[in-house]
């Protein structure tokens, strides 16, 4: 997807990695500053649409530790010259074992420490925009989603999808901790509110509140 240019954000996803996660890189159309989240892998599909968009890429932005998200952030990161930000804190251990993962997986990744941690509370800018930070843990410890209320636009990794939510059966993942989180950070927003999973198409907050099963029990 890519968004008009006429509106507040530009958003470009571009899918990465065998279980295909949606990589997005996101640009203030205001001043052409950007960040890149969530790049997993596959950096040369990447860097090349990045250079598609003419964007300044000011940081590159994690929603958690798993190698199809986190995969390709520090080799990126070094390429562009740019800080990487986030997740939270309590993800460490997914990002000290990348690449133990990736070997799984066959996805490269190696670990890191991001220039900067996020917490619930935080703001983190793309050119004049600003997306709040919740922390929303359940799928993984340090999961964080990111908001710009103003721009009606989430960026939400693997929270929650269209028509689902996201995978809880790891051994530290939690279920009941998960839509906690999802009720609080994301149910709370507007209908109108595009959400970005990490996988998967686009939606929004009222077609999931209306129509996705795992938010119809009380």
């Known amino acids: 997807m890519t968004t ?6 530009a958003v470009t996803i571009v899918p990465v990695t065998l279980f295909q996660q949606n990589a997005s890189i996101v640009v203030c159309t205001a001043t052409g500053r950007g960040i890149v989240v969530d790049p997993g892998g596959d950096l040369p599909r990447l860097r090349a649409a990045i250079d598609q968009t003419g964007a300044t890429i ?6 958690h530790g798993h190698i199809d ?3 390709g952030a520090a080799e990126l990161a070094e390429a562009l010259g740019v800080p990487i930000e986030g997740p939270h804190e309590a993800d460490a251990f997914l990002l000290a074992d990348l690449e133990n993962s990736g070997r799984r997986y066959r996805i ?5 420490v991001p220039d900067r941690w996020l917490a619930d509370g935080d703001e983190v800018a793309v050119g004049e925009r600003r997306f709040a930070v919740r922390h929303v843990p359940g799928h993984s410890p340090g999961h964080v989603v990111l908001i710009d209320a103003a721009a009606s636009f989430a960026l939400v990794g693997d929270t929650l999808f ?5 995978r809880t059966d790891m051994d530290y993942a939690d279920h009941d901790t998960l839509m906690r989180g999802i009720r609080a950070a994301l149910m709370t927003l ?7 999973p990490g996988h998967g198409p686009a939606s929004t907050i009222g077609r999931e509140r209306a129509e996705n099963p795992f938010l119809q029990a009380p």
């Open 190 to 196: 507007d209908d109108g509110v595009t959400i970005l």
């Open 162 to 166: 269209a028509g689902s939510v996201g």
């Open 69 to 71: 998200h986190a995969g």
């Open 58 to 63: 000011e940081r590159i932005v994690l929603t």
């Open 108 to 112: 490269p990744g190696r670990p890191f």
């Open 4 to 9: 008009s240019p006429a509106a507040p954000l």
